[in-house]
C-alpha cells in the first residue's frame, strides 16, 4: 500500500520527492487514498509569473487522477499526484519544481528556474462512481450538443451563403497572405493576442458548401493558445482579428490550411476553407 508520512526530519512543507509546497486552504475531510479517483482544476506558472497552462481554459473536461498502489520512480516524481495525497475535498496549494528536476521540461519551461503547480482538489471518489458520473455527464453532453448542431446548421449555412453571395463584401478585409475576414456581426470588444487563450465556437465549411466540422457537436467551444500552433495558420493569423463575442467569417487559403495534401477523406487536396466563428472568450473571460 502506498505511504506518503514525511520521512523523519523532513520540514512539515517539503514532499516525499523533495518539492516544497503551500497549502493554501485546509480543509476538515478524509484524504483520498489508493484506488481512488480525485479530480482537480491546476495552472502552471513560470518564475516571471507567466501562465504556461490553465486546465480551467484548455478544455472543460476536469482533469483526474486515480491513486495507485504503488509508485514507480515517474509517479512520485509528479507534483500533481505527490501534492493530492496531503488535501481533501475544496483545498488548495502550491508546489514549487526546479526546472532542472524535470527529466524532459518543454522548452517554455527552460527559461524559468522553477515551475509553480497550483492546485485545486475539486472531488474525491471511488473509482466505479467517478466513471459513472462520467459516463452519466457524457451522455447529457452529447444528447444536448447534437440538439444545438442540428438547430444551428441552417443559421450557419445562411451565413457561409450570404458571404459567397457577397453580401459581406462592405465589411470584409483582404490581407496580404490572401486571406479574407468579413465581419458579420462586430463589437468593441477586446482582441485576443500571440499567447492568450481563446474559446472560439465554429462552422467549417469547403467552398462547395459542405460542412466539415464544427464545435457544437462537442457541446463546448474550441481552446487553444493564439500563436503556438495549435491550429491551422489560418487561425492564428486569423482569430486575433476578430473581437470577442463578434460574429465572422475567415475564408483561408489552402497554404494556411491543410495545405496541398489537404487532410484525406475529410478535407481534399488544396481546400480553400470557411469558418464561421465566434470568439466566445479570452483567458477565460
Not at 506518503?4 to 493554501?24: A, I, R, W
Not at 505527490?82 to 528536476?101: L, N
Not at 493576442?193 to 467552398?207: I, R, T, W
Request: with cysteine; net charge negative; hydrophobic share 35%.
Amino acid at each position: 500500500m502506498l505511504t506518503y508520512s514525511c520521512k523523519e526530519g523532513q520540514p512539515d512543507n517539503v514532499l516525499p520527492n523533495g518539492y516544497e509546497f503551500t497549502k493554501h486552504t485546509s480543509k476538515e475531510g478524509a484524504k483520498p487514498v489508493a484506488g481512488q479517483v480525485v479530480t482537480l482544476d491546476f495552472e502552471l506558472i513560470d518564475d516571471k509569473g507567466t501562465v504556461l497552462d490553465d486546465s480551467r481554459l484548455v478544455s472543460d473536461n476536469t482533469p483526474s487522477i486515480k491513486i495507485p498502489e504503488t509508485l514507480s520512480p515517474a509517479m512520485a516524481r509528479n507534483p500533481l499526484l505527490a501534492m493530492v495525497q496531503y488535501m481533501t475535498i475544496g483545498d488548495s496549494a502550491t508546489v514549487i519544481v526546479p526546472t532542472d528536476s524535470l527529466p524532459n521540461p518543454p522548452d517554455n519551461f527552460k527559461q524559468s528556474a522553477f515551475i509553480s503547480y497550483v492546485i485545486k482538489l475539486k472531488t474525491i471518489e471511488e473509482e466505479a462512481v467517478y466513471k459513472e458520473r462520467v459516463k452519466q455527464e457524457q451522455l447529457k453532453t452529447r444528447a444536448a450538443a447534437k440538439f444545438k448542431e442540428e438547430a444551428m446548421k441552417d443559421e450557419m449555412k445562411g451565413y457561409f451563403d450570404n458571404y459567397m453571395a457577397g453580401q459581406y463584401k462592405g465589411s470584409t478585409t483582404k490581407m496580404d497572405n490572401g486571406m479574407k475576414i468579413a465581419i458579420i456581426e462586430n463589437t468593441e470588444e477586446p482582441k485576443a493576442k500571440p499567447g492568450d487563450f481563446v474559446s472560439v465556437q465554429y462552422f467549417g465549411f469547403l467552398k462547395d458548401g459542405s460542412s466539415f466540422d464544427n464545435s457544437y457537436r462537442a457541446g463546448r467551444p474550441f481552446t487553444f493558445k493564439i500563436g503556438k500552433g495549435m491550429v491551422i495558420k489560418g487561425w492564428d493569423i486569423g482569430i486575433p482579428e476578430v473581437p470577442r463575442n463578434a460574429k465572422a467569417i475567415l475564408d483561408i487559403p489552402y497554404d494556411l490550411a491543410y495545405g496541398e495534401a489537404g487532410n484525406p477523406p475529410v478535407i481534399p487536396a488544396k481546400s480553400d476553407l470557411i469558418f464561421f466563428i465566434n470568439v466566445e472568450k479570452i483567458n477565460n473571460i
